[in-house]
């Protein structure tokens, strides 16, 4: 089915009907359009985006030095060859992007400033209605489709997780967070406060430093560091031999995962050697400074690996530390006054700002209100099919990608997947496709989306007991593990009895796990 269907439904509001519904434009949304074009041509589509453009993450982050973490060899897509540096800026990221909705024409199908509200299931007419504010009119507008795509991304856009400190209220310095940098922002001459270790502050700090009069790093915990050069030299040996981009893309890549296997298999069987290697590395970078502030400021007391590790291009946070423009306090805020911090340990921090690099707020699903046939759906109640898509809720695929590895090489993954299932429908003469335990599964132990033991980052766990469950078989898991998953997704038998169409044995309001009886 092609072009969009029409129909009046009262004098202001007409729905539009598509195939597929794509939910936000950043790079899983977009990839994802991608796909569809090229996996499922004839499916209509459209992807609807609450902000102004595309990009999400790398459109709504504004702060100073704003850039990855991940190489883009790998957080790029892998059909569009990434020809700069590794560690990119949101800038570079954005236009990457923007080449490609336009080398696939997709800007066509991409309505900005659409806030999807809610989303209704409806299993007579095997349909989603959604609705959303057109910002620019202050319209809703309403869309029916058959199949959502959730590319919504895992946290709150608007707003970022500032704790309730005590006397907060009292402080009348400027208080900030990146992820709402303020446009008038002057930090010229200020003594700037930076709460937060991991890799925002480590973003932000040597890009202010030099403007500020001094930037102290107050951190609770010390976080590893991978400092390097923002290079990468099989990419550029291979352009010397002027081999082709699309094929030192696909090179690179896989010398890049190949490197990151080996250091995520080392980090789990040698972990006090791995580091001594990641300490080692920042040692070197701090010089003299090195045995006064390692221990405690850069000696994390977690496995490494256990969070994200912070890739310091050219250990730029490092030279501002042995400049003198910024120091590290590791302490905790015992409160707020009106010029600073008072910390547990009775060291006042005197700030004219505050930059709360304290992370984000988990939002799943978008903040949408979500219904099936009627009733409010709880998303904690559903279990996850490799974290994609969840139990008793019909035609819907969420993106969540690696926390490890680049989120992208999941989002291309996911795509796949998606598309084969749209298609293997076709084939069916199906219109409803959900997933459901099988009878083997009956009594499995759920668990949390992710274990904590593995990976446990502040938003995480403020968040999981919104996320679905997780069960104890590869299936109903997010095994976040993506070298195994490469060949997993592809290889998924879509006929399996997981895999319920049409109704079958399943559907949405008849069999719902009893998932809080048998949580762990
Ligand atoms: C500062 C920062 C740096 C990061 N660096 C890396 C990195 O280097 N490597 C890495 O792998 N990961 C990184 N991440 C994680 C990163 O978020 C993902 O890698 C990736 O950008 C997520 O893409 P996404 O498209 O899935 O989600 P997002 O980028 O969050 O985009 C989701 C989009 O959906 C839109 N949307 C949400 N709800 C609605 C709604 N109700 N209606 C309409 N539109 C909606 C949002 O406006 C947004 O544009 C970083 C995250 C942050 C915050």
Same mark, same amino acid.
């Given at each position: 089915?092609?072009?969009?269907?029409?129909?009046?439904?009262?004098?202001?509001?007409? %729905?539009?009907?598509?195939?597929?519904?794509?939910?936000?434009?950043?790079?899983?949304?977009?990839?994802?359009?991608?796909? &569809?074009?090229?996996?499922? $041509?004839?499916?209509?589509?459209?992807?609807? =985006?609450?902000?102004?453009?595309?990009?999400?993450?790398?459109? #709504?982050?504004?702060?100073?030095?704003?850039?990855?973490d991940s190489d883009l060899y790998t957080f790029g897509y892998r059909f569009k060859p990434w020809v700069g540096p590794p560690i990119?800026?949101?800038?570079?990221?954005?236009?990457?992007?923007? =080449?490609?909705? =336009?080398?696939? *024409?997709?800007?066509?199908?991409?309505?900005?400033?659409?806030?999807? #509200?809610?989303?209704? !299931?409806?299993?007579?007419?095997?349909?989603?209605t959604l609705e959303a504010i057109d910002k620019a009119t202050g319209q809703i507008r309403r869309f029916t489709a058959n199949f959502l795509w959730m590319c919504q991304g895992y946290y709150r856009h608007d707003k970022g997780y500032t704790p309730d400190w005590p006397g907060l209220s *009292?402080?009348?310095?400027? &208080?900030?967070?990146?992820? %709402?940098w303020p446009d008038d922002l002057d930090l010229k001459g200020k003594r700037v406060v930076v709460i937060g270790s991991g890799a925002t502050a480590a973003t932000v700090v040597p890009a202010i430093a030099g403007d500020c009069a001094h930037v102290t790093v107050l951190q609770r915990s010390p976080t590893?560091?991978? $400092?390097?050069?923002?290079?990468?030299?099989?990419?550029?040996?291979?352009?010397? &031999?002027?081999?082709?981009? #699309? !094929?030192?893309?696909?090179?690179?890549?896989?010398?890049?995962?190949?490197?990151? +296997?080996?250091?995520?298999?080392?980090?789990?069987? =040698?972990?006090?050697?791995?580091?001594?290697?990641?300490? +080692?590395?920042?040692?070197?970078?701090?010089? *003299?400074?090195?045995?006064?502030?390692? *221990?405690?400021h850069f000696t994390p007391r977690y496995r490494p690996w256990r969070q994200r590790i912070a890739f310091v291009p050219d250990g730029d946070l490092f030279q501002g530390v042995v400049a003198g423009k910024a120091s590290i306090v590791t302490d905790e805020i015992e409160r707020f006054t009106d010029k600073g911090i008072v910390l547990k340990s009775g060291q006042v921090l005197e700030a004219d700002v505050v930059i +709360?690099?304290?992370g984000f707020d988990l939002n799943v699903l978008g903040d949408i209100a979500?219904?099936?046939?009627?009733? $409010?759906?709880?998303?904690?109640?559903?279990?996850?099919?490799?974290?994609?898509?969840?139990?008793?809720?019909?035609?819907?695929?969420?993106?969540?990608?690696?926390?490890? +590895?680049? !989120?992208?090489?999941?989002a291309d993954l996911v795509s796949d997947f998606v598309c084969r299932l749209l298609n293997h429908m076709d084939e069916l003469g199906s219109r409803r496709v959900e997933v459901a335990l099988r009878p083997e599964d009956a009594g499995m132990t759920l668990g949390p989306w992710i274990d904590p033991e593995n990976f446990n980052p502040g938003y995480l766990m403020?968040?999981?007991? &919104?996320?679905?469950?997780?069960?104890?078989?590869?299936e109903w898991r997010h095994s976040q593990d993506y070298w195994r998953e490469k060949d997993t997704l592809p290889a998924i038998d879509l006929d399996d009895p997981a895999f319920v169409y049409d109704g079958g044995a399943a559907s949405a309001t008849s069999q719902r796990p009893e998932v809080s009886l048998s949580l762990k």
């Open positions: 089915m092609d072009g969009t269907m029409e129909a009046a439904r009262g004098p202001n509001t007409r %729905t539009e009907h598509f195939d597929v519904l794509i939910v936000g434009a950043g790079i899983s949304g977009v990839g994802g359009a991608y796909h &569809l074009r090229q996996q499922c $041509p004839g499916k209509s589509f459209v992807v609807l =985006e609450t902000l102004e453009s595309f990009g999400g993450t790398w459109l #709504t982050h504004k702060y100073p030095g704003i850039r990855s990119a800026t949101a800038a570079e990221i954005l236009s990457y992007m923007g =080449e490609v909705i =336009e080398e696939n *024409d997709l800007a066509r199908h991409i309505r900005y400033n659409h806030k999807i #509200t809610s989303a209704r !299931w409806s299993s007579a007419d095997a349909l989603w *009292d402080y009348k310095g400027r &208080l900030v967070h990146p992820q %709402t590893y560091f991978i $400092p390097g050069r923002n290079e990468n030299e099989l990419a550029n040996t291979l352009r010397e &031999l002027q081999v082709d981009e #699309t !094929w030192i893309h696909e090179i690179v890549r896989r010398k890049v995962l190949h490197d990151q +296997a080996e250091f995520t298999r080392r980090s789990v069987e =040698e972990p006090e050697v791995v580091r001594e290697e990641l300490l +080692a590395g920042v040692r070197a970078c701090l010089g *003299d400074m090195a045995d006064s502030v390692i *221990d405690p +709360a690099a304290t979500f219904e099936l046939d009627g009733k $409010p759906l709880n998303f904690a109640e559903t279990v996850t099919y490799r974290g994609m898509m969840f139990t008793g809720i019909p035609n819907m695929v969420w993106v969540f990608g690696y926390f490890r +590895a680049s !989120w992208t090489l999941r403020r968040g999981m007991h &919104l996320l679905p469950k997780a069960g104890d078989k590869p």
